[in-house]
């Protein structure tokens, strides 16, 4: 199937990661995951850098569901988004 993507770019602000960017025909999109959402946690391990929500996604195909948790408003909740294929 090929590597996996969730359709948008994360940057370090703060000690957090951040969505700069999300792809609006991607995965992340249709999961309701968009710019400026903070990234706590991808497939239940917590990220802390863009390198680490990177390697949480290596290896994983498209198809793959995977759970990103984000702080909404202080309060964590947790996106299931399914990885399309790398463009």
């Known amino acids: 199937a090929g590597e996996g993507s969730l359709g948008l770019r994360v940057r370090e602000a ?3 990661v951040v969505i ?7 995965p992340a999109a249709r ?12 497939a239940g ?3 802390k850098t863009a ?5 949480r996604l290596l290896g994983l195909e498209a198809g793959a569901v995977v759970t990103i948790r ?3 408003g202080g309060k964590p909740e947790d996106v299931a988004v399914v990885l399309e294929k790398s463009k």
Do not use: Q, T
Not at 20 to 26: I, K, L, M, R, Y
Not at 31 to 42: C, E, F, Q, R, Y
Not at 51 to 55: E, F, H
């Open 14 to 16: 703060g000690g957090k």
């Open 20 to 26: 700069e960017s999300v792809d609006p025909d991607g």
């Open 31 to 42: 999961a309701g995951l968009s710019k400026g959402d903070v990234i706590l946690a991808v």
């Open 45 to 47: 391990v917590p990220v």
């Open 51 to 55: 390198k680490d929500v990177a390697g």
């Open 70 to 72: 984000i702080d909404l």
